[in-house]
């Protein structure tokens, strides 16, 4: 099994900041890693495809890079409603698409 | 519009079966894969399996082979998730998912999601 670990798993920031979240995969993936936001009581939205494809209708500050095993997903400049958690999924091993364990963004 | 409207909460009891349903509209339903995703009570997301619709191939991660059981009925759109014997652990929110694209089995991503389905499992 291919496993995903995120870093970190919290992070405070604040409106306006620019945030960058890690995740690791155990083994190389090539570009095949997605990202999604979740907010509380809702079901997860994808926001990145295979790393860096952003996602139509999708904020242009949200960015995704990497290739290999590690990738990294940018917020530029946070705004209110981006606090969220965030996971990512590798879609390398089909059909066992892991998550990671998710990074939950709060407001400082 | 694309949707997947899934069914009600439940509540169980150890060792009752249930099956938890996955309504796709707006799209040709036999043409993308549909997979199930857990999250536990305060946890993250869990993959648990796929399925296409189309011939109702279904494929399992590891965790979940032999614990549930992914389904489909094409006549009317619908996937399903179910389990013969429920326990306290199974107690979560699980979502269904469409792939981003109908372009095949390898590499997919999940746009659509259903609303989620809670199931408690309590004595």
């Known amino acids: 099994d291919i496993q995903m670990t995120q870093s970190p798993s919290s992070l405070s920031a604040s409106v306006g900041d620019r945030v960058t979240i890690t995740c690791r995969a155990s083994q190389s993936i090539s570009t095949y890693l997605n990202w999604y936001q979740q907010k509380p009581g809702k079901a997860p939205n994808l926001l990145i495809y295979t790393a860096s494809s952003l996602q139509s209708g999708v904020p242009s500050r949200f960015s995704g890079s990497g290739s290999g095993t590690d990738f990294t997903l940018t917020i530029s400049s946070l705004q209110p409603e981006d606090f969220a958690t965030y996971y990512c999924q590798q879609s390398y091993n089909t059909p066992l698409y892991s998550f990671g364990q998710g990074t939950k963004l709060e407001i400082k | 519009e694309v949707q997947l409207v899934q069914s009600g909460a439940e509540v169980k009891k150890p060792g009752e079966s249930l099956k938890i349903s996955c309504k796709g509209s707006?799209?040709?339903?036999?043409?993308?894969?549909i997979g199930w995703v857990r999250q536990m009570p305060g946890n993250g997301l869990e993959w648990m399996g796929i399925?296409?619709?189309?011939?109702?191939?279904?494929r399992y991660s590891p965790s979940f082979e032999g614990q549930v059981t992914i389904s489909a009925d094409r006549s009317i759109s619908t996937a399903y998730l179910q389990w013969s014997s429920l326990k306290a652990s199974d107690t979560a929110i699980y979502y269904c998912?469409?792939?981003?694209?109908?372009?095949?089995?390898?590499?997919?991503?999940?746009?659509?999601w259903g609303q989620g389905t809670l199931v408690t499992v309590s004595s």
């Open positions: 399925i296409y619709p189309g011939d109702s191939n279904a």
């Open positions: 707006g799209y040709t339903f036999t043409s993308y894969w």
């Open positions: 998912a469409r792939a981003r694209d109908s372009s095949g089995y390898w590499h997919l991503s999940f746009y659509y």
